[in-house]
């Protein structure tokens, strides 16, 4: 049984779909367990069903946490794993990771997996709910048999906080689907053409859900500095969440012309200045890829991010916070470059960088594509998890 927060749009999403797919045949049964999508972000529940992966709702494994609510969850959740009873429980994300392998271990299967797509210690809450998360997750990980992290870098934070042992480490990176990336030059041309953007005019883009964490206000600090040396330039801003609105306010309030190009929201009209183009959610993203002269991430916090994998698989430039396991993605000056998170000074410098010298830029995109295919593809990561769990049913049987 694999039980995930929620198929919104992202990465953990993308995996469980795909793994509970394809763990389904003479060797495996595979059931999926979900909460709800939150109002304002994209689901993935459309692309289960086109994949043939049913699920089964647990409606309180939703993103917040809520006491009063959880207790009624975890015997919800209890009830579905008697009555399936699962061998292994494969758990992803904090909130279906806490009650999902508590539930686990009282309905005694015999073996529990969590996976840390990122983590919740730091970034998100204050310091003392950042702490009392901390020592959640060490108390969970006593009840835990093997905990995936998604590279090195990530395995010595989580560590670092005191959460696990190395014993119980096992690094299995993410895997998509990326042959469509490797083919996004032939869309050239198309993403600019729809957003009405010059051939020759510096587009800059970042891929990411509209929330808190992903730093979209540092983006547009940087973005702001980017266009007073390219005043050319034009900036992409690919997804949809609960911060639209005030990225808009906010790029508006830094002189940028507004443009929302999925929705009617009012639209000033174009003065000439450079640009922040809102596209909102899309499912060609090879299409978009094509088209950006630098892929920006500029997370606070990050596990393994798919938008830099996705781009790197699409042969395009690069320019990343140095946070959680992005270092397995980004080698600086090879596949990227890499700046400390919070600082847009040197975000923008990094930006222009790529921008100024676009034959080294091209050749890192170059580069980023060999390191990330096939080290990331879904076959390989059906290996390694196919392999996990034959050797943990193996000390169970």
């Known amino acids: 049984m694999r039980i995930v927060t929620r198929l919104n749009v992202g990465g953990p999403a993308y995996q469980a779909i795909l793994l509970s797919q394809r763990l389904q045949d003479a060797e495996f049964q595979s059931r999926l367990v979900i909460g709800n999508v939150g109002p304002a972000e994209g689901s993935l529940e459309g692309l289960a069903s086109e994949r043939?992966?049913?699920?089964?709702?647990?409606?309180?494994?939703?993103?917040?946490?809520?006491?009063?609510?959880?207790?009624?969850?975890?015997?919800?959740?209890?009830?579905?794993?008697?009555?399936?009873?699962?061998?292994?429980?494969?758990?992803?994300?904090?909130?279906?990771?806490?009650?999902?392998?508590?539930?686990?271990?009282?309905?005694?299967?015999?073996?529990?997996?969590?996976t840390y797509h990122g983590h919740v210690f730091h970034g998100y809450f204050s310091p003392l709910k950042s702490q009392l998360f901390v020592r959640i997750e060490r108390?969970?990980?006593?009840?835990?048999?093997?905990?995936?992290?998604?590279?090195?870098?990530?395995?010595?934070?989580?560590?670092?906080?005191?959460?696990?042992?190395?014993?119980?480490?096992?690094?299995?990176?993410?895997?998509?689907?990326?042959?469509?990336?490797?083919?996004?030059?032939?869309?050239?041309?198309?993403?600019?053409?729809?957003?009405?953007?010059?051939?020759d005019a510096p587009l800059v883009g970042i891929v990411a859900r509209l929330v808190p964490i992903k730093a979209h206000d540092l983006f547009l600090a940087a973005a702001r500095r980017v266009a007073d040396q390219r005043p050319a330039a034009?900036?992409?801003?690919?997804?949809?969440?609960?911060?639209?609105?005030?990225?808009?306010?906010?790029?508006?309030a830094l002189g940028f012309d507004v443009i929302h190009h999925d929705r009617p929201c009012p639209t000033e009209p174009r003065t000439g200045r450079p640009a922040v183009h809102f596209v909102g959610l899309r499912s060609d993203l090879p299409t978009v890829y094509a088209d950006l002269d630098v892929v920006v991430l500029s997370s606070?916090?990050?596990?393994?991010?798919?938008?830099?994998?996705?781009?790197?698989?699409?042969?395009?430039?690069?320019?990343?916070?140095?946070?959680?396991?992005?270092?397995?993605?980004?080698?600086p000056s090879e596949?990227?470059?890499?700046?400390?998170?919070?600082?847009?000074?040197?975000?923008?410098?990094?930006i222009l960088a790529q921008l100024d010298d676009p034959v080294r830029a091209q050749a890192m995109g170059a580069r980023g594509r060999r390191h990330v295919f096939p080290r990331f593809s879904i076959d390989r990561l059906e290996q390694e998890i196919r392999r996990l769990y034959r050797e943990l049913l193996a000390t169970v049987a």
């Open 52 to 114: 043939g992966v049913a699920f089964v709702r647990v409606p309180g494994l939703g993103r917040e946490i809520s006491p009063h609510r959880d207790l009624p969850t975890l015997v919800r959740l209890l009830r579905e794993i008697r009555r399936y009873r699962p061998h292994l429980v494969h758990t992803h994300l904090a909130k279906a990771g806490a009650i999902g392998r508590f539930a686990a271990r009282l309905a005694r299967v015999p073996a529990v997996v969590h």
């Open 139 to 199: 108390a969970l990980a006593r009840w835990t048999d093997r905990l995936i992290v998604l590279g090195e870098a990530q395995e010595r934070e989580i560590l670092g906080y005191g959460v696990g042992r190395p014993e119980q480490m096992v690094r299995i990176p993410l895997g998509l689907e990326l042959e469509p990336f490797l083919a996004a030059e032939s869309f050239r041309g198309e993403f600019r053409r729809q957003l009405g953007i010059p051939v």
């Open 234 to 252: 034009h900036f992409a801003i690919v997804g949809d969440g609960e911060l639209r609105p005030a990225l808009a306010a906010r790029a508006a």
């Open 300 to 331: 606070r916090n990050e596990g393994l991010p798919v938008s830099l994998i996705e781009a790197l698989a699409a042969a395009r430039p690069v320019v990343a916070t140095r946070v959680g396991a992005v270092e397995d993605l980004v080698i």
């Open 335 to 350: 596949t990227g470059l890499l700046v400390p998170p919070g600082d847009e000074a040197a975000l923008a410098e990094a």
